[in-house]
T-cell receptor, first 115, second 116 residues
Framework: EPEVTQTPSHQVTQMGQEVILRCVPISNHLYFYWYRQILGQKVEFLVSFYNNEISEKSEIFDDQFSVERPDGSNFTLKIRSTKLEDSAMYFC?????????????FGDGTRLSIL | SQQGEEDPQALSIQEGENATMNCSYKTSINNLQWYRQNSGRGLVHLILIRSNEREKHSGRLRVTLDTSKKSSSLLITASRAADTASYFCATVRPNAGGTSYGKLTFGQGTILTVHP
């Protein structure tokens, strides 16, 4: 069964450094998402991406965050200047069809640790 | 206000017993979904129920939705040790104008432990 893959599985970065988290969504999917989960807390929506542009973003997704789909397969999340509070699991998800009544498929996540 | 709050926060049962988890939400929804998360892994979609549906089954899973009470329940029958995981409900709300890009709003989750 096709799956969403994320790399790296664990990223350790110094505070203030830039980090890029990578995702390969399922190949024929049209909608792409990033979520994060701080340890012990619930999963929070960051951003959705459709038709090569951001369709919705949360208040967490400030100017330090950006997303890109540089080619037909990758979907990246960049954090420009990381803060300690950015430490979390970051999940990428994708969804195939038009309409929201379809499930999202999640990757296994990237654990981001900011030192 | 928090959308998608599950109870109980933790549930411990014996193998073979049924497990029931509840979820409440506060706004109108397009659909409600249940996901499972094994420790340190991603979220696995279990079942989706649309706002105009009342009950859905998938294998040992049964989900109900009561939009008048803004609540849902997930029942896992004949539980197995392998069902041990965290279970989350998540809602999809319509955006203003009716467009929805499918943003999921998650609850805090229920940690289910099934003892062999």
């Amino acid at each position: 069964e096709p799956e969403v893959t994320q790399t790296p599985s664990h990223q350790v970065t110094q505070m203030g450094q830039e980090v890029i988290l990578r995702c390969v969504p399922i190949s024929n999917h049209l909608y792409f998402y990033w979520y994060r989960q701080i340890l012990g807390q619930k999963v929070e929506f960051l951003v959705s991406f459709y038709n090569n542009e951001i369709s919705e973003k949360s208040e967490i997704f400030d100017d330090q965050f950006s997303v890109e789909r540089p080619d037909g397969s990758n979907f990246t999340l960049k954090i420009r200047s990381t803060k300690l509070e950015d430490s979390a699991m970051y999940f990428c998800a994708s969804r195939g069809t038009r309409g929201s009544n379809q499930p999202q498929h999640f990757g296994d996540g990237t654990r981001l640790s900011i030192l | 206000s928090q959308q998608g709050e599950e109870d109980p926060q933790a549930l411990s049962i014996q193998e073979g017993e049924n497990a029931t988890m509840n979820c409440s939400y506060k706004t109108s929804i397009n659909n409600l979904q249940w996901y499972r998360q094994n420790s340190g892994r991603g979220l696995v979609h279990l079942i989706l129920i649309r706002s105009n549906e009342r009950e859905k089954h998938s294998g040992r899973l049964r989900v109900t939705l009561d939009t008048s009470k803004k609540s849902s329940s997930l029942l896992i029958t004949a539980s197995r040790a392998a069902d041990t995981a965290s279970y989350f409900c998540a809602t999809v709300r319509p955006n203003a104008g009716g467009t929805s890009y499918g943003k999921l709003t998650f609850g805090q989750g229920t940690i289910l432990t099934v003892h062999p």
